[in-house]
T-cell receptor
Framework: RKEVEQDPGPFNVPEGATVAFNCTYS??????FFWYRQDCRKEPKLLMS???SGNEDGRFTAQLNRASQYISLLIRDSKLSDSATYLC?????????????FGGGTRLMVKP | DTGVSQDPRHKITKRGQNVTFRCDPI?????LYWYRQTLGQGPEFLTY????????KSRLLSDRFSAERPKGSFSTLEIQRTEQGDSAMYLC????????????FGPGTRLTVT
């Protein structure tokens, strides 16, 4: 079983739609959670952290369910520029500190 | 541009050859990471430096792989006796000491082993 699992998609949605991605993680010792965004043929970039109480950044809302080891990302009012791969990222406590484990990503395509 | 830079951007090599990649992190960042990414997958952690010390290595990093960061600034990743399975994008990232999860990635080096 992968440490971080995501539906690879693609999710094809029209502009203005609301879309949600989910992610599950296997290491119950993980304490920190993030969403990164990766455009086609580009490097990943941090989109937002995910806090226990849930958090919002503009059109983006992230939520965490520790009991179910589940993280979600909701995008409202989708824009063409939101088309990208969204990577769910979880810290993996290691001998020398915390490392990041990336999911395989969920691909989003927003159509006009 | 003060972001993370990597060189070369593309490398095509024949099986069995050695290759070396370079990463220059953001200058104030003391942590540097190497990842490997294949098509349709997320980045996989390879190794990590804090200043010049290599503090963790993934099991993915076989004996043919070695990484250095001799002066705590730039880093090199060498692959000896390349195999076709080594074909991937090799990504470097760096972070501040106190913001280790906010990793800034370079554009990557795409390796193709023929």
């Amino acid at each position: 079983r992968k440490e971080v699992e995501q539906d690879p998609g693609p999710f094809n949605v029209p502009e203005g739609a609301t879309v949600a991605f989910n992610c599950t993680y296997s290491n119950s010792a993980s304490q920190s959670f993030f969403w990164y965004r990766q455009d086609c043929r580009k490097e990943p970039k941090l989109l937002m952290s995910v806090y226990s109480s849930g958090n919002e950044d503009g059109r983006f809302t992230a939520q965490l369910n520790r009991a179910s080891q589940y993280i979600s990302l909701l995008i409202r009012d989708s824009k063409l520029s939101d088309s990208a791969t969204y990577l769910c990222v979880v810290n993996r406590p290691g001998n020398a500190g915390n490392m990041l484990t990336f999911g395989g990503g969920t691909r989003l395509m927003v159509k006009p | 541009d003060t972001g993370v830079s990597q060189d070369p951007r593309h490398k095509i090599t024949k099986r069995g050859q050695n290759v070396t990649f370079r990463c220059d992190p953001i200058s104030e960042h003391n942590r540097l990471y190497w990842y490997r990414q294949t098509l349709g997958q997320g980045p996989e952690f390879l190794t990590y430096f804090q200043n010049e010390a290599q503090l963790e290595k993934s099991r993915l990093l076989s004996d043919r792989f070695s990484a250095e960061r001799p002066k705590g600034s730039f880093s090199t990743l060498e692959i000896q006796r390349t195999e076709q399975g080594d074909s991937a994008m090799y990504l470097c990232a760096s972070s501040f000491r106190d913001r280790i999860y906010e990793q800034y990635f370079g554009p990557g080096t795409r390796l193709t082993v023929t």
